[in-house]
């Protein structure tokens, strides 16, 4: 069993930036692959960055703005998020795929975080 659990959300203005950090229990994180995804209000959650190994991978309308890392020593996995738009709101979650696929897929991901909120004002 692996527990996830994000923080670093909150309120921010439009063109700020914003740090997220996910913090996993388990001996085998660096094997996992991990991702971000977010819901917004009266939407369905969607993919936001994955990191498999030093593999990478973004939702292609946040390439270049949103940075995925993660620190293995410390099994923790960040979302740098820069030049926040209000578009941008929602509530971020953290996964984990056993399986170290690091798709764009949710269902592909085993395990899941309560989610920390974004809220982005104009």
């Known amino acids: 069993q692996v527990q996830l659990v994000e923080s670093g959300g909150g309120l921010v203005q439009a063109g700020d930036s914003l740090r997220l950090s996910c913090a996993a229990s388990?001996?085998?994180?660096?094997?996992?692959?991990m991702g971000w995804f977010r819901q917004a209000p009266g939407k369905e959650r969607e993919f936001v960055a994955a990191i498999s190994g030093t593999r990478t991978s973004y939702r292609g309308s946040l390439k270049g703005r949103f940075t995925i890392s993660r620190d293995n020593a410390k099994n923790t996995v960040d979302l740098q998020m820069n030049d926040l738009k209000p578009e941008d709101t929602a509530v971020y979650y953290c996964?984990?795929?056993?399986?170290?696929?690091?798709?764009?897929?949710?269902?592909?991901?085993?395990?899941w975080g309560q989610g920390t909120r974004v809220t982005v004002s104009s």
């Open positions: 388990g001996r085998t994180f660096s094997t996992y692959a």
């Open positions: 996964a984990a795929d056993p399986l170290g696929r690091g798709s764009s897929y949710l269902d592909q991901y085993a395990y």
